[in-house]
């Protein structure tokens, strides 16, 4: 294996900075961009880090640093494992985060792999803020970054050892995303002053329509009930709701009435008030950990339920084939299916999965 350091540059000031630093430490650096759209652009995509743009991007930056620059094309599996998964995911009456999917798929599966077969090296840097540390067994760790504020551990859950022995994060442990800019501006990068990407990449407008054109079948209208299976209402498709959601839920009754549950298979959305939407307990599916084995059969964990949430006391109970879990909260929240509730340990992320459904306390 060689000793090169691949960096996945984006285009934006965060991986270009990561291959800055890891220069001025004295690595053998070599950059790589991954285009994630056909033909490298998309009319849905005006600020995706897989898009043309994005990519002249990056290779100014490797140039500036004069370091080798690799595009490859990885807009089939993008495609197929993140804009497919969340079609269907929200056509199912689900909530997916697809920057989970894209690090679990592109970055960490794809990526990854081709670095370690294809160009023989056995570390990959990104310019995710988290962080990696090896304890005394030799066991890597993922931590949350320095900048809580900044902090992306949460969307690198599903990381096992495989993956983290070779990954390095040399911007985590900045102090914050003023530090970053004035770093990058010393060493001069090009894209010292990009602005950031949005949070759906792939996506210029509205999700729902997006969605819709994709999925027609989830925007057919179907009927509003209440838990005791009483109509109040009709929808316009389950495709457009989400779990929790109160404005435009399409029934005017003289209560708040918020979105309960989604049941795709019958094209109703159950709708109550805010004290029912809550839950203390929910089932996990696509359970992982980061050590590659839970810590117990039944265990305490931090909570995690969205991107930068709260952290929640909670205990996981797991199946006996470990892919699945029972997570039970400490009080009561709202988490839609298809969410990430990723597990930590004070800083450390020790895994996750995926709401799969709230289950009776």
């Not at 691949?6 to 220069?23: Q, R, W």
């Not at 995706?48 to 990519?55: I, R």
């Not at 911007?171 to 990009?194: S, V």
Request: glycine share 12%; with cysteine; charged share 25%.
């Amino acid at each position: 294996m060689s000793d090169r350091v691949f960096v996945a540059m984006s285009g934006g000031v965060d991986s270009a900075l990561a291959a800055a630093l890891l220069c001025e430490r004295g690595e053998e650096v070599v950059g790589v961009w991954m285009r994630l759209t056909p033909g490298g652009t998309s009319s849905d995509a005006p600020r995706c880090c897989g898009t043309d743009e994005a990519g002249e991007d990056a290779r100014r930056a490797a140039a500036h640093l004069g370091i080798p620059f690799y595009a490859l094309d990885y807009a089939e599996v993008f495609g197929r494992e993140v804009v497919d998964r969340f079609v269907r995911s929200y056509a199912a009456g689900e909530t997916p985060n697809p920057c989970v999917a894209c690090n679990g798929y592109v970055k960490f599966e794809a990526l990854l792999g081709d670095v370690t077969r294809k160009f023989g090296a056995s570390r990959l840097a990104t310019g995710h803020y988290a962080r990696v540390a090896t304890d005394p067994s030799g066991r890597r760790r993922l931590l949350r970054a320095r900048d809580a504020n900044k902090d992306q551990s949460y969307a690198l859950y599903m990381l096992g050892q495989r993956e983290l022995a070779s990954l390095e994060l040399p911007i985590g442990e900045l102090a914050d995303k003023g530090e970053t800019r004035t770093l990058a501006a010393r060493f001069g990068l090009p894209n010292a002053a990009k602005a950031e990407s949005m949070d759906i990449c792939f996506i210029g407008g509205d999700y729902r329509e997006f969605v819709r054109e994709r999925a027609p079948e989830a925007f057919v209208a179907g009927p509003i009930e209440r838990a005791d299976g009483r109509v109040i209402g009709a929808h316009a498709g389950v495709g457009g709701l989400t779990v929790g959601q109160r404005a435009g839920v399409g029934v005017a009754t003289g209560e708040r009435l918020y979105v309960l549950r989604l049941e795709p298979e019958r094209g109703v959305a159950v709708v109550g008030r805010k004290d029912e939407i809550a839950a203390r307990t929910y089932a996990l599916r696509d359970v992982s950990f980061t050590a590659d084995t839970p810590p117990g059969p039944i265990f305490p964990a931090d909570a995690v339920l969205r991107y930068r949430g709260t952290p929640l006391a909670a205990e996981v109970r797991m199946s006996m084939d470990r892919s699945t879990a029972v997570l039970q909260l400490a009080a009561a929240a709202l988490v839609a299916p298809g969410q990430a509730a990723v597990l930590y340990r004070d800083d450390e992320v020790i895994g996750g999965g995926v709401v799969d459904r709230a289950l009776a306390d």
